[in-house]
């Protein structure tokens, strides 16, 4: 499986973007997909995470309510839609997936995934 993760950009506080995870290979609509992010000089932490049929996720605390994971087997893409975008949004963003179930608490670990996208920076201008 192999992940390419686009989107990015500059966007005012309060604003929104719409990233996308496009994947490659058979196995990627029976996999959980997450979306991470690593700001400057800080570890990667867990954003949001989707079941492999999209009717499951989790959010970390400081994107819920903001942020909207989901996905599209048919066209092999996860997105991550973010809404009211503050400064602490800022990073690298990036998608992963995995082997494991979706609702497993080692499905916040970055550690606990088996392929990865490059990554996409976000960076939000108070």
């Known amino acids: 499986v192999q992940l390419q993760a686009s989107g990015g950009g500059l966007v005012q506080a309060g604003g929104s973007l719409r990233l996308s995870c496009a994947a490659s290979?058979?196995?990627?609509?029976?996999?959980?997909v997450g979306w991470f992010r690593q700001a400057p000089g800080k570890e990667r932490e867990f954003v949001a995470v989707?079941?492999?049929?999209?009717?499951?996720?989790y959010y970390a605390d400081s994107v819920k309510g903001r942020f909207t994971i989901s996905r599209d087997n048919a066209k092999k893409t996860v997105y991550l839609q973010m809404n009211s975008l503050n400064a602490e949004d800022t990073g690298d963003y990036y998608c992963?997936?995995?082997?494991?179930?979706?609702?497993?608490?080692?499905?916040?670990?970055?550690?606990?995934?088996?392929?990865w996208g490059q990554g996409t920076l976000v960076t939000v201008s108070s």
């Open positions: 290979g058979r196995a990627f609509s029976t996999m959980p």
């Open positions: 989707i079941s492999w049929g999209g009717g499951t996720t």
């Open positions: 992963a997936a995995r082997r494991g179930a979706s609702s497993d608490p080692e499905a916040q670990m970055p550690s606990r995934y088996d392929y």
